[in-house]
């Protein structure tokens, strides 16, 4: 008899609870469903081409919220606007919606690499190499290249520039036909074999001395007519010297670099930059967390360019 007060009991509480349980249940869901229902429909506005501050502005009016998801390289939008977004624009969603956006880094920098002394062919394989494009291809008259070897380029090797960019090239000829003289290239060598050519070629020949950074001792700096210029007979021709007092000194530093440990191995290439111009310290295939560690002499300001794979990443200054 106690058994079966005591089932009856704990039936009713069981139904009690029942009942409450679903009480509660459908209470939350109207609760949640008349605070959806109050939230608002709204119209995703275009962020493409927008700062991040524009965005933020355009979408606070609209109370939805940004967040940047990445970033990544375009030719066609500067660094720091909006490429894409998620939800795309025009489409109708509830207010405190999240917008996803990636944003622009701006074009691909690539380095413009040495063209000089190069053929051609080889010319368009470095090109290739480094994102670039064969531009405007001109000839010249040469004494100091052979023909078919590029002479010059612009940009200049060393530039930055934005990937896909056209390099312009001034190819040798080879030397003049028509009987004329092009002046040879003196530059960096003994001042009195220079002379002495100009003599034996019936030149006036006007040597001046002077202090240089440039050269050291007896060696020619500069001269008048330049390399490959046009040079008429009995023309006169000055030599500058560096003087006695003249070195070419350089500083010995020690160049240290860590690949970030992150990623795949990449190429890294290292271009030092100082008084004398620019010139490779390192170019090869590095695994993320390893050190370079390079020897340099340096003339003045300097600094070294870090490329990764041909994307310029970075410009350390040397102290």
Do not use: C, H
């Amino acid at each position: 008899m106690k058994m079966n007060k005591l089932s009856l009991v704990l039936l009713k509480i069981g139904l009690i609870l029942t009942i409450i349980l679903v009480a509660l249940y459908y209470s939350f869901n109207t609760v949640m469903s008349a605070f959806v229902q109050e939230k608002a429909d709204v119209l995703v506005p275009d962020l493409q081409g927008r700062t991040l501050i524009e965005s933020l502005e355009i979408l606070s009016q609209s109370k939805l919220a940004l967040i940047k998801e990445g970033s990544e390289f375009s030719q066609d939008l500067p660094a720091g606007v909006v490429i894409r977004q998620i939800p795309p624009a025009g489409m109708n969603v509830k207010e405190g919606k999240v917008v996803r956006i990636t944003v622009s880094r701006g074009g691909e920098s690539v380095y413009v690499p040495d063209l000089v002394g190069q053929t051609i062919r080889s010319t368009n394989i470095s090109l290739r190499s480094a994102g670039l494009i064969l531009g405007e291809l001109s000839k010249k008259a040469s004494v100091k290249y052979e023909e078919g070897i590029v002479m010059s380029q612009d940009p200049l090797a060393g530039t930055t520039v934005e990937k896909d960019t056209a390099v312009n090239v001034v190819v040798s000829n080879g030397p003049m036909t028509d009987g004329t003289v092009l002046m040879v290239d003196w530059i960096g060598k003994d001042a009195a074999e220079a002379k002495k050519w100009a003599e034996d070629a019936k030149y006036e020949v006007d040597i001046i001395s002077q202090q240089t950074a440039s050269a050291n001792p007896g060696q020619v700096f500069d001269q008048y007519p330049k390399p490959d210029e046009q040079i008429d007979k009995n023309a006169k021709v000055i030599f500058y010297v560096a003087d006695d007092n003249s070195s070419q000194s350089l500083d010995e530093k020690q160049f240290n670099y860590t690949i970030p440990n992150k990623g795949d191995s990449k190429r890294v290439r290292l271009i030092l930059s100082d008084d004398n111009g620019e010139k490779d310290i390192f170019n090869g295939v590095k695994k993320p967390g390893s050190k370079i560690s390079v020897p340099v002499k340096i003339k003045g300001k300097a600094s070294v360019k870090v490329f990764f794979n041909n994307v310029s990443i970075e410009e350390i200054q040397l102290k």
